[in-house]
């Protein structure tokens, strides 16, 4: 048996399923992520000769391909997002990034630090990598496509959440870094992070997603448009744009992940209403489909593979309590300000979703330097992104039909018109 035409066979029966898999979770109320694991799980259980997905030994494959599929899924979670950016009408997500993200960081680091004896620099990165909410795995809760004209304050909340704080979560995670840097007497201070990795990393990823975006904006719409000069109507511009945002910024050594999702915001923005939006994101989503086809195949085969090894009784319980209630408890302190219907903050901040995005910080964190318990780590980070597929992906669909049902629009207050 050819083992490469094999496994480029299940590599494209994946991409295509995948192509029905909307369709199957919205009749069926099942996350197809759960499927896609799962089939991972049943391939490398009965298949000997398939790449072995271990984290040690392809580190760097797993930073770069975590990494493309979370800078595509937020160039399409920005230019979904209807409502126009403002501080009070966003005023939920930042909540939720400026108290949530803090407070789970803290209550991860303490705990872990505490039950685990895991050293501060180990505790602050777990608590950094599984502070951001998942932009990728997070589609059954999410807005829709563009110009869906329905304003729903959870699928904006949680979209725009995950949009924020998967760029946000990056100061945290240096701050680790440097922990461990100067643990071991290296060339690393607290000063610096001030300065370089918080003031610094931001303000350039958001500068240099804005003026792109707008670049962008007057290439893609106003330029052909107005000027009548090089007119394209190319879904994959999203994904050229994605690229090029987040490599120039990058260079310039800002947050690409911020300067993405503000790029894509900039763009909607400069021409809200063109229909061209929906073209550039069924592009973006598409690909990163395909893309989380296969990362999800490769988890499920890490789940059987050893990844899980590590995995004790205290880790397991703690995963628990991360999940059901560090999460929920702090996401429902910071909401306890806006007028929301007191499910509709229930829902928000029981699915705060963990996904790629922890995968990517934690491999990136663990390629930049050493952490004594690598191992532990991707453990409890492995096992906290399996429960969150499972619990929210059958929760999900379900809890939002309810919630559509029992709480009247009369009784809803609409966060992104105000």
Not at 203 to 223: H, P, R, W
Not at 234 to 252: C, K, S
Not at 271 to 292: A, C, N, P, V, Y
Request: aromatic content about 14%.
């Amino acid at each position: 048996m050819d083992e490469y035409v094999l496994i480029i066979s299940i590599i494209g029966l994946a991409a295509l399923a995948m192509a029905w898999m909307p369709a199957i979770t919205a009749k069926t109320g099942i996350s197809y992520s759960i499927i896609y694991v799962a089939f991972g799980a049943l391939l490398y259980t009965i298949f000997d000769f398939l790449p072995v997905p271990d984290v040690d030994r392809y580190e760097e494959y797993a930073v770069h391909i975590t990494e493309l599929v979370v800078i595509i899924s937020l160039m399409g979670s920005g230019l979904k997002i209807d409502q126009p950016f403002s501080f009070r009408g966003w005023r939920v997500p930042f909540r939720l990034v400026i108290f949530t993200m803090v407070l789970c960081i803290g209550a991860v680091a303490v705990s872990s630090w505490w039950v685990f004896k895991f050293d501060w620099a180990s505790a602050l990165l777990l608590g950094a990598v599984l502070a951001p909410t998942d932009p990728v795995l997070a589609s059954d809760v999410q807005v829709g496509p563009p110009h869906e004209e329905e304003v729903d304050n959870v699928r904006f909340s949680l979209t725009a959440e995950a949009g924020l704080n998967d760029g946000t979560a990056f100061p945290f995670v240096w701050l680790a870094i440097a922990v461990a840097i100067m643990a071991r007497n290296g060339n690393a201070s607290i000063q610096e992070w001030l300065l370089i990795d918080v003031l610094y990393r931001i303000i350039a990823g958001v500068a240099s997603g804005f003026v792109l975006g707008k670049v962008l904006g007057f290439l893609v719409f106003d330029l052909p448009i107005r000027k009548n000069f090089l007119l394209t109507r190319d879904g994959f511009i999203a994904i050229a744009a994605t690229l090029l945002v987040y490599g120039v910024t990058e260079l310039i050594h800002g947050y690409g992940f911020i300067a993405v999702f503000v790029c894509a915001l900039t763009m909607r923005a400069y021409e809200r209403q063109h229909k061209f939006h929906k073209r550039l994101h069924e592009f973006t989503d598409q690909i990163e489909r395909i893309l989380l086809a296969i990362v999800l195949i490769l988890f499920g085969g890490a789940l059987v593979t050893g990844i899980l090894e590590r995995l004790n009784w205290q880790m397991v319980l703690f995963v628990l309590v991360f999940i059901f209630i560090i999460r929920p408890a702090t996401a429902y302190i910071a909401l306890s300000g806006p007028k929301l219907h007191y499910k509709e903050k229930g829902i928000i901040s029981f699915f705060g979703i963990r996904g790629i995005g922890s995968f990517f910080y934690l491999s990136f964190a663990l390629s930049v330097t050493y952490f004594n318990h690598g191992k532990d780590l991707w453990a409890i980070v492995a096992f906290v992104v399996l429960v969150s597929v499972v619990v929210h992906g059958l929760t999900a669909a379900i809890s939002l039909k309810r919630l559509k049902e029992q709480v009247p629009e009369d009784d809803i207050e609409i966060l992104a018109s105000k």
